[in-house]
C-alpha cells in the first residue's frame, strides 16, 4: 500500500550473514590463538637455547685457569637452572688446574644442591701440591648424599712448600699436618686412594664416612677440602 513503505531486513542489520558482533568475536578468538602460538614457541626456543648457553659458562669457568670441560644440564623448565636448580648435571673434565684457595672464599656444594643427579668424573685436576689423578663426586636423588672417590698423589717436598698458609681452609690444615708427620723421602711419591661418603650442610661439604687415610692422618678434611675446590668452580 502507497502509505505504508516495504519492511527491509537489510535496513536493521548490516550483514545477515556475519553480524558485527560475530566478527568481533571471530577477531578476538584469532588474537587469542597467535598470542598462545607466540608464547608456546618462545617457550620452546627458551627450553632449547638456555641450557646450551649455561653450559659454556660454566665449561669457561671450570678451564680458567687450564683443562679441558664438558657440562650438560637438564632441567624443566629450563630457567630453573638460574637458580642452579635442574633434573641433571653431568662434568667430564681434564687438567683442571685450581690454584690455591683465596682465604676469603670456601668452595661449597650448594651449586651442585639443586640438582637431583650430579655425576661429575675429573682426570688430571691440579689442587695446589696434589695431582688428582681422577675425582669422580655422583648423587642418584635430591635426597641422597654424595658419593665420592679421589685418587691423587703428591710427595713430602710438594707439601712441605705449599703446607699451612698458603693453602687455606681444611686441605691446609690437612696438608700442613702430613708434611710434619713421619713420612717418606722428599721426592717419593704418596699415593692417595679415598672413598667418602659426603652430605651438604646448608652447602658446606660434610664428610659423613670415609674409607682410606694417608701417612696414618684422617682423610675425611683432605676429601672435603678437594671436593669443595671442584664445586667452588662451577
Known amino acids: 500500500e502507497r502509505g505504508f513503505p516495504r519492511y527491509s531486513l537489510s535496513r536493521r542489520v548490516p550483514s545477515a550473514t556475519r553480524p558485527p558482533l560475530q566478527q568481533t568475536f571471530d577477531s578476538m578468538q584469532r588474537m587469542a590463538i597467535l598470542t598462545l602460538t607466540v608464547l608456546v614457541l618462545l617457550a620452546a626456543a627458551i627450553q632449547l637455547a638456555l641450557p646450551p648457553i649455561l653450559e659454556r659458562q660454566a665449561e669457561k669457568e671450570l678451564t680458567k685457569h687450564g683443562g679441558h670441560a664438558t657440562v650438560e644440564l637438564k632441567a624443566f623448565p629450563s630457567p630453573r637452572l638460574l637458580f642452579k636448580e635442574g633434573r641433571s648435571l653431568k662434568v667430564r673434565a681434564t687438567g683442571l688446574v685450581t690454584p690455591p684457595a683465596d682465604p676469603a672464599r670456601k668452595g661449597t656444594l650448594s ?21 688428582i689423578a681422577r675425582l669422580t663426586l655422583t648423587r642418584d636423588h635430591a635426597d ?13 717436598a710438594a707439601v712441605a712448600t705449599f703446607a699451612g698458609g698458603q693453602i687455606a681452609g681444611g686441605l691446609g690444615g690437612f696438608l700442613g699436618g702430613l708434611a710434619g708427620s713421619t713420612m717418606p723421602g722428599a721426592g717419593v711419591e704418596l699415593p692417595i686412594d679415598i672413598d667418602a661418603t659426603l652430605e651438604s650442610d646448608d652447602g658446606a661439604v660434610r664428610a659423613i664416612d670415609v674409607a682410606g687415610s694417608v701417612a696414618g692422618l684422617p682423610a675425611g678434611p683432605f676429601v672435603e677440602a678437594v671436593t669443595a675446590a671442584l664445586a667452588g668452580r662451577l
Open 111 to 131: 651449586d651442585l644442591d639443586g640438582f637431583d643427579e650430579v655425576d661429575i668424573q675429573v682426570v688430571g685436576m691440579h689442587v695446589g701440591p696434589l695431582t
Open 144 to 156: 641422597e648424599p654424595y658419593r665420592a672417590n679421589l685418587q691423587a698423589t703428591t710427595t713430602a
